[in-house]
């Protein structure tokens, strides 16, 4: 009897470890780290679906769908964290990228790849547009384009510098579809010329990039006064460039978060929040 007594006081006076020291056999002693090893258990990885009955524009689709797929991952986040010590850190930080591979999160790169296709056809369609106010593709109209800048060159070369911005500026005021095709082509480079580059105060003015010259000055100040479905062509792009800015941030944050493992700093914007102010389709 005092042999067993005396082993089983042995065993329940075991040494406590240090704090230097590991202990990953037994989680019921101090010190317990859990083993880099393969977990004894591991969730299923989520199959967590993308969203089901999107309806209205591309862009409320595209909007929805990343909502879902962020609403899925911190559902994904909590219930790993909620199994936290079946876990070992590789078993972890596995766990939670494994949401990467589910079609919810698929379903983030679908929904910009139709945002960008919709910002990418509005584009086409005001570069088409305008291709065909420059080249008209009749031979006649071309040949009254050139005699109209015939006359017109001469006028602006007997001009100071000082007064060739405002006959310019006369010039776009009064012309018609055809002879602003031949305003767009002829004058950029030679304002470029006779005056220099567009000023940054213009650029400014007109919400235009720091690269803009005088073509998109006239593209964006009298082609869409003279041409309707011109200007109804650049608003949609417009709007469509924008929504595609929201879409490409949302689809950027979601996938760092999804690689990160991390739904805490997961906050997506909302195009929609403006109305239609940011929507092509609208």
Not at 66 to 74: Q, T
Not at 75 to 92: M, N, P, W
Not at 115 to 139: I, S, Y
Not at 227 to 247: D, G, V
């Amino acid at each position: 009897m005092s042999n067993l007594t005396g082993t089983q006081d042995h065993i329940s006076g075991t040494r406590p470890l240090t704090a230097r020291e590991d202990n990953t056999a037994f989680p019921d002693r101090p010190n317990y780290r859990r083993p880099d090893r393969a977990d004894d258990y591991r969730a299923a990885t989520p199959i967590a679906p993308p969203a089901t009955n999107l309806s209205g524009t591309t862009l409320e689709q595209a909007h929805a769908a990343m909502v879902h797929a962020s609403n899925e991952f911190r559902k994904h986040v909590d219930a790993t964290f909620a199994d936290r010590d079946r876990y070992s850190e590789k078993g972890l930080a596995e766990q939670l990228s494994a949401f990467s591979k589910t079609s919810a999160a698929k379903a983030v790169d679908t929904a910009l790849a139709n945002v960008q296709a919709v910002h990418d056809k509005a584009q086409a369609a005001v570069d088409t547009m305008r291709e065909t106010f420059v080249n008209p593709g009749d031979a006649a109209q071309e040949s009254r384009n050139l005699r109209f800048w015939n006359r017109t060159k001469p006028i602006l070369d007997s001009l100071d510098p000082g007064a060739v911005m405002q006959e310019a500026e006369k010039l776009l005021a009064k012309a018609d579809r055809d002879t602003l095709g031949v305003l767009l082509e002829e004058l950029p480079s030679y304002l470029r010329l006779r005056i220099g580059n567009l000023d940054n105060a213009t650029k400014l003015k007109l919400g235009l990039p720091e690269d803009a010259d005088w073509g998109d000055w006239i593209d964006t100040t009298y082609l869409p006064l003279a041409i309707p479905e011109y200007a109804a062509a650049r608003k949609k792009a417009a709007k469509a460039k924008q929504a595609m800015a929201f879409a490409k941030q949302n689809a950027n944050t979601l996938r760092n978060a999804f690689a990160d493992g991390n739904a805490t700093a997961l906050v997506l914007s909302n195009p929609l929040s403006a109305g239609s102010k940011y929507d092509p389709e609208k």
